[in-house]
């Protein structure tokens, strides 16, 4: 129901695109969201968005950083990471709330969860 791909290996100070496409059409309407979990670390919030995008919500470690979107019309969300440190290695997995007019950091709000996709950045 919900597919991230995009990640791969980047520079320090590189940028990087990741997308999740949403397969069921129920989720159209759902807030969505991006979470990371490093190697050995919990999983961690990083943004939020709501349905209509009026909402974001970033980690403080991150913003001013990285960028959520989405596009309803191609049910994609992505997430644009730029001034990337090895410290963002992770593997991000897009998210999905119910409450689409909200913008969630609580990893209990989101009902829908997707693969993963990894992000390696190298110093």
């Known amino acids: 129901q919900l597919q991230a791909s995009g990640g791969g290996l980047v520079q320090a100070g590189g940028s990087l695109k990741v997308s999740c496409v949403v397969s069921k059409r129920t989720l159209s309407t759902y807030a969505m969201g991006w979470f990371r979990q490093a190697p050995g670390k919990e999983r961690e919030f990083v943004a939020a968005?709501?349905?209509?995008?009026?909402?974001?919500y970033y980690a403080d470690s991150v913003k001013g950083r990285f960028t959520i979107s989405r596009d309803n019309a191609k049910d994609t969300l992505y997430l644009q990471m730029n001034s990337l440190t090895p410290e963002d290695t992770a593997v991000y997995y897009c998210?999905?709330?119910?409450?689409?007019?909200?913008?969630?950091?609580?990893?209990?709000?989101?009902?829908?969860w997707g693969q993963g996709t990894l992000v390696t950045v190298s110093s």
């Open positions: 998210v999905a709330d119910r409450f689409g007019s909200r913008a969630t950091r609580l990893i209990g709000d989101y009902d829908y």
């Open positions: 968005i709501s349905w209509i995008g009026d909402r974001t």
